[in-house]
């Protein structure tokens, strides 16, 4: 995790010198514009519906008190949480309204905002469940407590779900999911990995899939290659990236949506 965040500061300095930005921003990325007429995949009908209908109900969500969880430990505002379009954590808390899903899995728990916002709008019968290979406990500046999972709506496990082995033990909790939030290492090879997994499973229903981050360099490789239908949400979501996706009707999920 270090070597990483240190190799991706030396990338943003090298290509800070070599490219200034014409745009003054507090947190400033490099991406690239691409064209969509030649793309291995469209989004579906589904898609379409489902995220007209999250970006509706995103309009009239408040994570006001999500946000006060914040407690100024961060470099930006509190108030960012709140922030939609720009942020997706709305736009999660909309999916979780439209979907009703009865199980979440999240990869990915970092702070614990995602999961706060989807957890406030999930079904009575609903659970998430966080992969991180941190204790939320242990993660700096975590906005979690231990109250957030005493009723067992809310769970973390430890691991790496990028591992095959890993993966394969949580295959029928994964199978069972009806939302995946991936918002992980975003170094184009766990989401790879994760990709590859997924396809191998029969799921109950197939799921809806959110990516974050897809707008990010090492992130446009992964996303424009996936071959599932796919919608970039990115003017509703996170400003660096959100990406809405289904698996393909095939034999992996033959009980899915029709």
């Known amino acids: 995790m270090l070597i990483d965040s240190v190799r991706r ?7 800070r010198r070599l490219l200034p930005s014409p745009v003054l921003a507090r947190h400033m990325e490099y991406s690239m514009l691409y064209s969509e007429d030649d793309s291995p995949s ?6 379409t519906n489902i995220s ?4 509706a109900c995103a309009r009239h969500i408040s994570l006001e008190d999500v946000s006060h969880r914040l407690g100024g430990r961060f470099r930006y505002p509190d108030s960012v949480v709140n922030l939609w379009p720009g942020e997706h954590y709305r736009l999660l808390a909309g999916l979780v309204q439209v979907l009703r899903p009865k199980t979440v899995i999240e990869i990915g728990t ?3 905002l995602s999961a706060l916002a989807m957890l406030k709008y999930l079904p009575v ?6 992969f991180d290979l941190v204790p939320w406990a242990d993660y700096p500046r975590s906005c979690l407590t231990s109250e957030d999972f005493q009723n ?3 769970r973390q496990i430890l691991g790496d779900l990028g591992q095959a082995e890993v993966f394969e033990s949580h295959r029928d909790l994964l199978a069972g999911a009806s939302l995946i939030f991936i918002d992980a290492a975003k170094d184009g090879v766990l989401e790879r990995n994760l990709i590859n997994s997924f396809e191998s499973l029969s799921f109950a229903a197939s799921p809806i899939f959110v990516f974050d981050d897809i707008r990010l360099w090492n992130m446009l490789r992964i996303w424009r ?22 698996l393909p ?7 899915g949506r029709q």
């Not at 500061?9 to 290509?15: I, K, L, S, Y």
């Open 225 to 246: 290659e996936l071959q599932w239908p796919k919608l970039d949400l990115t003017s509703f979501g996170h400003w660096c990236g959100t990406g809405i996706c289904e």
């Open 152 to 154: 067992g709506k809310l």
């Open 9 to 15: 500061r030396v990338v943003q300095a090298v290509h």
């Open 110 to 112: 970092a702070e614990g």
């Open 42 to 47: 469209a989004p579906s009908d589904l898609l």
């Open 52 to 55: 007209l209908e999250a970006i």
């Open 125 to 130: 019968d609903g659970q998430i469940i966080t």
């Open 249 to 255: 009707y095939n034999s992996a999920v033959s009980k």
